[in-house]
């Protein structure tokens, strides 16, 4: 998040102290989901939806006509040893944790129509990740080196004015939009599970009182762990992945 507000903003330019891009989109998130109410957050959602399915058609349009697809298919880039690395990825990226017990819950067991229901579902995102690899990564030099970030070069590059600008901006307004969404269920889930843990109800006056230490818990662990390792969503992806959803 911090990231995404950075290239956005250009914070970095600013000769800011590290840490700040990762405590103002922290603050930002809390301060707008403590104040708002859930009705607001429901409208505020859906038009963050709409903006993000509105960026990821204008990155695909854009940036399918900039793409080198040659250099996606030549063998000297292809590294099949690498799938194997990608897999806990990919189980993260289709949140099969959530759609699976959700899934076999409404279809009460139903081992046919689960199977289907999860194949025909994931169809969908499946093409949509597969089209904004595509192009993410074709509008990548591939001389670039494997440890780069290709998310992060392009927003790089429209900030600094070196490649296209557009395709760059968009490409930071989907990413920050899509994790600004995924946060907003991630929040609320949290509030429920610490509310559960302490007993508090969900709403009223008694929930009131204890909403400032509530949201102290769900935001500030995270962020204090991003300060000590920027990098450490990457590792929690991997191994949550891994070890965690593979297993569920």
């Known amino acids: 998040g911090g990231a995404n507000l950075n290239a956005l903003l250009g914070m970095s330019n600013l000769g800011l102290p590290a840490g700040v891009p990762q405590v103002s989109f922290a603050a930002l998130c809390a301060v707008g989901l403590y104040s708002a109410t859930p009705a607001m957050v429901e409208k505020a959602n859906n038009l963050f939806v709409l903006i993000l399915a509105t960026a990821f058609m204008g990155i695909i349009a854009l940036g399918a006509g900039s793409a080198d697809f040659g250099a996606l298919i030549d063998m000297s880039n292809q590294h099949p040893q690498k799938v194997a690395d990608a897999f806990p990825i990919i189980f993260l990226s289709l949140v ?3 759609v699976v017990p959700t899934v076999v819950n409404q279809l009460e067991g139903d081992r046919t129509k689960i199977t289907q229901a999860i194949i025909a579902g994931t169809s969908l995102p499946t093409l949509m990740f597969l089209a904004w690899n595509a192009v993410v990564l074709g509008n990548v030099d591939p001389s ?7 998310v992060s070069l392009l927003q790089s590059s429209a900030s600094s004015g070196s490649g296209n600008v557009i395709l760059g901006n968009l490409v930071s307004t989907f990413s920050s939009l899509a994790l600004v969404t995924s946060l907003i269920g991630f929040v609320y889930g949290l509030l429920d599970g610490w509310t559960d843990v302490f007993r508090l109800p969900s709403e009223g006056p008694s929930y009131e009182k204890w909403k400032a230490p509530l949201f102290g818990l769900v935001f500030l662990p995270p962020l ?7 990098d450490i ?3 929690a992806l991997d191994y949550g992945g891994a070890f965690g959803v593979s297993t569920l």
């Open 144 to 150: 670039a080196g494997a440890s780069v970030d290709p």
């Open 233 to 235: 969503f990457y590792k």
């Open 224 to 230: 204090a762990l991003s300060l000590t390792d920027p």
């Open 96 to 98: 099969y944790h959530n």
